[in-house]
């Protein structure tokens, strides 16, 4: 276990109860951490930190992944138990915006997950049945045969479930799911060299793991995310079986989730593949596609110049910021609400805008919207129609034909046409 880099290593401190082992370290050792004689990379503090978990952490400004080891901790369970939290520190390493690998779900979404649903829960009982079956399955095509049967029970699980909680359980594999997967395969590998001495408790692992997804939905003692850390090594091990390591560099480079993966390996979508090609050449999806990019360049370029015309036209301009919270809409015109990039918002003709007890602002002419920086901009009337009252406590008032604000704890500034008020926490 090492820190993490461009090249995917990673560092671990390995904490027991006396205290903790650092291994695979580069250079200088963090503060308190005292190196090993003959043991490069290492460390050793005695000092151990008692409410300290498994997990991926920080340590010295680095990426780490953390192991806590206890006397009942098996081999085989800490040569897993160190990949998975490794594996993390690998995913977070290779992150990029608008990828899944590395992205991490909406674990809050636990809190709505349909739990008390029998459809949803017998549709999730039988995937683990069918992914057990899968890894007793002896030949590539029986394994094939029933990945198109989990594939399909699947799709019409997620189509009831909705997107949002469909995408959580994707999500969820990803991340845990595929650690778990590195746990098992590094399990697998240790067992295969001649030394290894806890066989007996490699067997456990691999037994428990078929254990829990016969009985996927049964242990009403563990939250519904634990479900994930069967059935996402189950996927790895079948796409393992169908299309050999291949599958991993195409899952990051082409931002699939763990079931697309599978329907590719399985040829499940075979026949959509077909027609969809049929349909690209007898239409012409290279001249469309040439099209849509011209098509979406110049709209960017109009709807800039909207937002100009919006934002230069005469008398006070309008900016309204917050800090330390987030502002929030009260109230849209979706027929009139323009996207101008992403995370800018053109309301071309009404907008009520709030921050809890902090704001409350209706503007009645266009408003420009960063989502971003958490900036609303308006041009609101003439000089002479815009009033502007402060209180004594930070209280603030603006009135015109164009605007109605009334702030708490802000502050004003005025330069030039332009009048700011800023939110403050």
């Known amino acids: 276990m090492r820190r993490a880099t461009p090249s995917g290593r990673a560092s671990a401190p390995i904490r027991f109860r006396c205290g903790t082992l650092l291994l695979g370290w580069r250079g200088e050792l963090p503060r308190g951490f005292l190196p090993i004689d003959g043991l490069a990379g290492s460390g050793w503090r005695s000092a151990a930190d008692r409410g300290a978990a498994s997990t991926g952490t920080q340590l010295a400004?680095?990426?780490?992944?953390?192991?806590?080891?206890?006397?009942?901790?098996?081999?085989?369970?800490?040569?897993?138990?160190?990949?998975?939290?490794?594996?993390?520190?690998?995913?977070?390493?290779?992150?990029?915006?608008?990828?899944?690998?590395?992205?991490?779900?909406?674990?809050?979404?636990?809190?709505?997950?349909?739990?008390?649903?029998?459809?949803?829960?017998?549709?999730?009982?039988?995937?683990?049945?069918?992914?057990?079956?899968?890894?007793?399955?002896?030949?590539?095509?029986?394994?094939?045969?029933?990945?198109?049967?989990?594939?399909?029970?699947?799709?019409?699980?997620?189509?009831?479930?909705?997107?949002?909680?469909?995408?959580?359980?994707?999500?969820?594999?990803?991340?845990?799911?595929?650690?778990?997967?590195?746990?098992?395969?590094?399990?697998?590998?240790?067992?295969?060299?001649?030394?290894?001495?806890?066989?007996?408790?490699?067997?456990?692992?691999?037994?428990?793991?078929?254990?829990?997804?016969?009985?996927?939905?049964?242990?009403?003692?563990?939250?519904?995310?634990?479900?994930?850390?069967?059935?996402?090594?189950?996927?790895?091990?079948?796409?393992?079986?169908?299309?050999?390591?291949?599958?991993?560099?195409?899952?990051?480079?082409?931002?699939?989730?763990?079931?697309?993966?599978?329907?590719?390996?399985?040829?499940?979508?075979?026949?959509?593949?077909?027609?969809?090609?049929?349909?690209?050449?007898?239409?012409?999806?290279?001249?469309?596609?040439?099209?849509?990019d011209s098509g979406v360049g110049r709209l960017r370029a109009f709807r800039r110049t909207q937002v100009d015309s919006v934002l230069n036209a005469p008398g006070v301009q309008l900016v309204v910021t917050v800090e330390g919270r987030s502002l929030g809409l009260c109230g849209i015109d979706p027929q009139n609400l323009l996207q101008v990039e992403p995370g800018v918002l053109l309301h071309t003709r009404w907008l009520r805008a709030c921050a809890g007890d902090a704001l409350d602002a209706t503007f009645n002419t266009p408003v420009v919207q960063d989502r971003t920086a958490q900036v609303l901009k308006a041009v609101v009337g003439a000089d002479s129609s815009v009033k502007v009252t402060t209180g004594a406590q930070g209280d603030v008032q603006i009135e015109s034909p164009l605007v109605s604000l009334r702030a708490a704890k802000a502050e004003v500034a005025r330069e030039g046409r332009v009048l700011t008020v800023k939110i403050k926490q």
Request: proline share 3%; no cysteine; aromatic share 6%.
């Open 61 to 292: 400004g680095q990426p780490t992944a953390q192991v806590v080891v206890s006397d009942s901790v098996t081999i085989a369970a800490l040569v897993g138990l160190t990949t998975h939290e490794a594996f993390h520190v690998f995913a977070a390493a290779l992150k990029q915006e608008g990828r899944r690998f590395g992205q991490g779900e909406n674990s809050f979404l636990v809190t709505s997950y349909p739990v008390f649903d029998p459809q949803n829960e017998a549709g999730m009982a039988l995937e683990g049945r069918i992914l057990e079956a899968t890894e007793r399955a002896t030949t590539k095509a029986k394994k094939k045969e029933l990945a198109r049967q989990f594939l399909a029970v699947r799709e019409v699980r997620h189509r009831a479930l909705g997107a949002e909680l469909a995408e959580f359980e994707q999500l969820v594999e990803l991340n845990e799911g595929l650690a778990e997967y590195t746990l098992v395969r590094a399990v697998q590998l240790a067992t295969r060299q001649r030394g290894f001495p806890d066989r007996a408790g490699a067997t456990r692992l691999q037994n428990g793991k078929l254990v829990g997804l016969r009985k996927l939905t049964e242990d009403a003692t563990r939250s519904i995310r634990l479900r994930y850390y069967a059935t996402g090594p189950a996927l790895g091990l079948l796409l393992d079986a169908l299309e050999g390591p291949a599958w991993k560099t195409r899952l990051i480079a082409e931002n699939l989730t763990l079931q697309d993966a599978l329907a590719d390996a399985s040829g499940y979508r075979s026949e959509e593949r077909a027609l969809r090609r049929q349909a690209e050449s007898t239409f012409g999806v290279a001249k469309l596609r040439t099209a849509a």
